[in-house]
Nanobody
C-alpha cells in the first residue's frame, strides 16, 4: 500500500504561480512513477505531468513550458511547480503513483487538491 497526501492547492489569478506537493509513504520502494493528474468539471481525468524514479519526465502538451515536475526521492515527495496559470487549468489535481504514467498504470491515488484560477 502507498499513501499519497497532496497540499498546495488554492485560488489564484491568471498569470500567477502555485506549487503543489505530494508526500508518499508506505510501500514506496514499489513506486516507479509519481505524477500529477487533473480533472475539471465535466471532463475526464488527464495526465498533467509525471516523473519516473530515474528522472524521465512526461508533460501534457497544454502545460509544457509552464509546469515543472520534480521529485525528491530522499523525501519521497513530488512537486508540481505551476507558472503562468490560466483559467483552463482550474481542476482538482490528484497525485498518483504507479508503474507507468498512463491512467491504466496508476496504482494509487491521493484525495486531490483543488486549484482555481480566476480570470
Amino acid at each position: 500500500q502507498v499513501q499519497l497526501v497532496e497540499s498546495g492547492g488554492g485560488l489564484v489569478q491568471a498569470g500567477e504561480s502555485l506549487r503543489l506537493s505530494c508526500a508518499a509513504s508506505g510501500s514506496i520502494f514499489s513506486i516507479n512513477v509519481l505524477g500529477w493528474y487533473r480533472q475539471a468539471p465535466g471532463k475526464q481525468r488527464e495526465l498533467v505531468a509525471a516523473v519516473t524514479r530515474g528522472g524521465s519526465r512526461n508533460y501534457a502538451d497544454s502545460v509544457k513550458g509552464r509546469f515543472t515536475i520534480f521529485r525528491d526521492n530522499a523525501k519521497n515527495t513530488v512537486y508540481l511547480q505551476m507558472n503562468s496559470l490560466k483559467p483552463e487549468d482550474t481542476a482538482v489535481y490528484y497525485c498518483a503513483s504507479g508503474r507507468y504514467w498512463s491512467l491504466d498504470g496508476v496504482d494509487y491515488w491521493g484525495k486531490g487538491t483543488l486549484v482555481t484560477v480566476s480570470s
